[in-house]
């Protein structure tokens, strides 16, 4: 069982940073989970849940076409923490943000969004950008 627990979200105007946190238990059972991929999902009302940001154990990251040069996916294994730094915000970045993570290396790059490719997830934390 992988727990997940996501900090962080907020409001900012458009342009602004945030960085957003996830405390996540794989990185503390290395034994048990000694290749692992976690990642950054966001949904947005009315709209379907895509994929943001992924990094595996490997620190190889993947991202979606939106958020290309703007978001920075990385982890703290030490501190059990995955984290997602957002750059230059736009309203079109409001939704809820989601951690995800399964055993094994990523499977499909985060563009793809397939969520059914992740079997554990947190429970969210809201992002709102005002213009």
């Known amino acids: 069982q992988i727990q997940l627990a996501e900090a962080g979200g907020g409001s900012v105007r458009s342009g602004g940073s945030l960085r957003l946190s996830c405390a996540a238990s794989?990185?503390?059972?290395?034994?048990?989970?000694?290749?692992?991929?976690v990642a950054w999902f966001r949904q947005a009302p009315g709209q379907e849940r895509e994929g943001v940001a992924s990094?595996?154990?490997?620190?190889?990251?993947t991202y979606s076409d939106s958020v290309e040069g703007r978001f920075t996916v990385y982890q703290d294994k030490a501190a059990s923490t995955l984290y997602l730094q957002m750059n230059n915000l736009s309203p079109e970045d409001t939704a809820k943000y989601y951690c995800?993570?399964?055993?094994?290396?990523?499977?499909?790059?985060?563009?793809?969004?397939?969520?059914?490719?992740?079997?554990?997830w947190g429970q969210g934390t809201q992002v709102t950008v005002s213009s």
């Open positions: 995800a993570a399964d055993p094994g290396h990523c499977v499909d790059p985060i563009q793809e969004g397939r969520t059914d490719d992740y079997g554990y």
């Open positions: 990094i595996d154990s490997d620190d190889q990251t």
């Open positions: 794989v990185y503390r059972q290395p034994t048990r989970y000694p290749t692992y991929c």
